[in-house]
């Protein structure tokens, strides 16, 4: 799909006239570097997920600023689906037992689908197009682009695993492909293991939109209560009747799915949340676990587990199945959590429920095993919250423990994540001040402007190299 363009101009106020320049003046480089040639992305789908997130803010951007800019989606069968998925949570450490010989047996599918997507491209590219592939969903492409002429970046955006060992053969899958590919990008150093292949590595730190529905201000005009209260997860204030207000129901009109024992929760509730797909990275159940185990019944704190609505997503399916397991196992402990999914059928009212969820919150957990980057630490961050999370891949760039949130000794404590929660909900001065310099940190190094100018200057680069 074509772009279309937003010039950097609606960043200016919230960043400052110094970066938006230094960020206009690199793209005009680039422009010039370019001569012409189209930048295409490439990425597994177009909605969920941080990938889809991050392109759909920067993109326009850097397509606003003159850069001849695409996107494609790979699409494929659900066997596709399931073949990346499974290896998927194998470069990320999460799946115990597997075998390398499973992957093997799906790699004459996986190449299949990735021959067909490059026969269906290739004759759009064109021989001089700076092709950028993300993840391992279009590694199996870098073979074919390169054949084509064109100069490719893998930009990839998983994180290491807890254990190298079990990632292995994951990557040991990919590397005949990623090995050819001209540059490799990932979100912070060290991603890629020791070994094969020798490729240019670079850094580019994703980001987050202040200005997109997911992250935009909605005090004065809206209050995040009544967009959850819109959408059924907490009672409305004063007993007014749902659907009083017509604001909220302008903008969250369609209620969530939840599971749950009893009815919304209380409009003054302190709300602990984490919001995330249905993945096992994302460690759902340990979240569920650790909040009924160690979170102090006295503060009245609910759990919300916050997720897009998984109808037509078998594996997703699967996994809040999982979750929905971890939850009942609980009984009576689990009556102050709440499975939530959030519809996604509208794209900016799906966003700003996100958005109202984490405003609302008290505290934002991200437990995850591994991951790339973990967008939703910086968004939760850019609102002001306090945020737990786990000391893994990206969210260790995002987390100054202590200063702008708190990190677990591990991923897997329990108790650790309780307490900090504790920490959180018992002293609300301490929380305010992670969450004030949290805000801070992600103004500085995670709005649109800092990834479009890092982006820009590995452009920079390519257009000059690697021909
Ligand atoms: N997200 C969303 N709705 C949900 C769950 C997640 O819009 O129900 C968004 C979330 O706000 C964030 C992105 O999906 O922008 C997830 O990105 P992240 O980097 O945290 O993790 P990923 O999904 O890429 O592993």
């Not at 207000?245 to 799915?257: E, S």
Request: aromatic letters at 6%; hydrophobic letters at 40%.
């Amino acid at each position: 799909m074509e772009l279309p363009g937003t010039p950097l101009d609606w960043i200016e106020p919230i960043v400052g006239a110094e970066r938006t320049e230094t960020v206009r003046d690199t793209l005009r480089g680039v422009c010039e570097l370019l001569d012409g040639r189209t930048v295409w992305h490439i990425s597994d789908n177009p909605v969920r997920g941080g990938v889809a997130e991050l392109l759909r803010a920067n993109l326009p951007c850097l397509a606003g600023e003159g850069i001849s800019t695409r996107w494609a989606i790979i699409g494929g069968p659900p066997e596709f689906r399931a073949f990346t998925k499974s290896l998927y949570y194998r470069l990320c450490g999460v799946a115990p037992g597997a075998k390398a010989a499973d992957l093997e047996r799906g790699r004459r599918m996986y190449e299949r689908i990735c021959a067909e997507t490059a026969a269906r491209l290739v004759p759009a590219m064109g021989r001089r197009s700076i092709v950028v592939l993300h993840d391992h969903q279009t590694a199996g492409l870098i073979p074919h682009l390169r054949e084509a002429g064109c100069t490719v970046l893998w930009r990839v955006h998983v994180g290491t695993a807890l254990r190298e060992d079990l990632a292995a053969p994951g990557w040991e899958f990919l590397y005949r492909y990623i090995s050819s590919a001209h540059c490799h990008i990932t979100s912070y150093p060290g991603v890629l293991p020791a070994g094969p292949p020798a490729v240019d590595r670079r850094v580019v730190q994703p980001s987050i939109d202040p200005l997109s529905p997911k992250n935009i201000p909605l005090r004065p005009d809206a209050d995040p209560s009544r967009l959850l209260a819109g959408a059924g997860l907490i009672e409305e204030a004063g007993g007014a009747p749902r659907g009083r207000h017509a604001l909220t129901d302008l903008l969250v009109r369609h209620p969530a799915r939840v599971v749950r024992a009893g009815g919304p929760a209380p409009a003054g509730a302190p709300l602990v949340t984490q919001v995330s797909r249905w993945d096992r990275v994302k460690d759902v159940p340990g979240v569920i676990r650790g909040f009924a185990e160690y979170v102090d019944p006295a503060f009245g704190a609910h759990l919300m587990l916050v997720g897009p609505d998984t109808r037509g997503d078998r594996q997703a399916e699967q996994v809040f199945a999982e979750c929905r397991q971890a939850w009942e196992d609980l009984g009576p402990r689990g009556r102050r959590v709440h499975l939530v999914q959030v519809p996604t059928d509208n794209r900016s009212e799906h966003a700003l429920t996100v958005n109202a969820v984490q405003r609302h919150s008290a505290v934002v957990i991200q437990k995850s095993l591994a991951e790339g980057f973990g967008l939703t630490v910086s968004e939760a961050a850019w609102k002001g919250r306090p945020v737990v999370a786990a000391p893994v891949g990206g969210i260790r760039e995002q987390v100054e423990h202590g200063t702008t949130g708190l990190l677990l000794s591990d991923p897997r404590d329990l108790r650790g994540l309780g307490e900090a929660v504790n920490r959180l909900l018992s002293d609300r001065d301490y929380a305010r001040e992670l969450g004030r310099n949290g805000h801070q940190r992600v103004l500085r190094r995670f709005l649109t402007d800092s990834s479009v100018l890092g982006f820009a200057r590995v452009l920079a680069d390519a257009a000059q190299r690697y021909q």
